[in-house]
T-cell receptor, first 110, second 117 residues
Framework: RKEVEQDPGPFNVPEGATVAFNCTYSNSASQSFFWYRQDCRKEPKLLMSVYSSGNEDGRFTAQLNRASQYISLLIRDSKLSDSATYLC???????????FGAGTRLFVKA | GAVVSQHPSWVICKSGTSVKIECRSLDFQATTMFWYRQFPKQSLMLMAT?????????EQGVEKDKFLINHASLTLSTLTVTSAHPEDSSFYIC?????????????FGPGTRLLVL
């Protein structure tokens, strides 16, 4: 079993749709959680951190459930520019150990 | 946000050549740098963790004699792919953190595409 697993995708949605990505992690010692966005042939860029209380940044909402070892990302009112691969990232050992999920590809169509 | 640069952005070389990739933190001191490799349609795989002034810690399955990492200063880490072969062709990305304890947020360089013929 992979340490971090994500919905395989791809997700094909129309503009304006709401889309949700899920991610599960296997190591209960995991300490910090993030969602990164990676455009084709580019480096990953931090989208947002994920907290137990949940956090929202504009159209993006992230949730963490430590008991179920589950992370989610919700994108509302999808834009064409949201098309990318979304990576679930988990760190532990004080940040020295980072595990990336395989990513979920999102295609937003006009 | 913090800026990390990589050089070169792409390399094409013959089999057997050694290739050196530089990773620099431009506006902060990076006590820890990470080197990743990403094959097409796959996720980033951590190769090694590098702390300034000490030996890098390699992930299982990564040959330390083939992928030489040097982190000589707080702003520069280098990855040398020795005697590169076609199977080493990949997208190599570095990242850096600004905290001595291995901070939570990593800032990524733009990556280096290596093609070994």
């Amino acid at each position: 079993r992979k340490e971090v697993e994500q919905d395989p995708g791809p997700f094909n949605v129309p503009e304006g749709a709401t889309v949700a990505f899920n991610c599960t992690y296997s190591n209960s010692a995991s300490q910090s959680f993030f969602w990164y966005r990676q455009d084709c042939r580019k480096e990953p860029k931090l989208l947002m951190s994920v907290y137990s209380s949940g956090n929202e940044d504009g159209r993006f909402t992230a949730q963490l459930n430590r008991a179920s070892q589950y992370i989610s990302l919700l994108i509302r009112d999808s834009k064409l520019s949201d098309s990318a691969t979304y990576l679930c990232v988990v760190t532990y050992t004080g940040g020295f150990k980072t595990i990336f999920g395989a990513g979920t590809r999102l295609f937003v169509k006009a | 946000g913090a800026v990390v640069s990589q050089h070169p952005s792409w390399v094409i070389c013959k089999s057997g050549t050694s290739v050196k990739i530089e990773c620099r933190s431009l506006d902060f001191q990076a006590t820890t740098m990470f080197w990743y490799r990403q094959f097409p349609k796959q996720s980033l795989m951590l190769m090694a963790t590098s702390n300034e002034g000490s030996k890098a810690t390699y992930e299982q399955g990564v040959e330390k004699d083939k992928f030489l990492i040097n982190h000589a200063s707080l702003t520069l880490s280098t990855l040398t792919v020795t005697s590169a072969h076609p199977e080493d062709s990949s997208f190599y990305i570095c990242s850096a953190t600004s905290s001595g304890t291995g901070a939570e947020t990593q800032y990524f360089g733009p990556g280096t595409r290596l093609l070994v013929l």
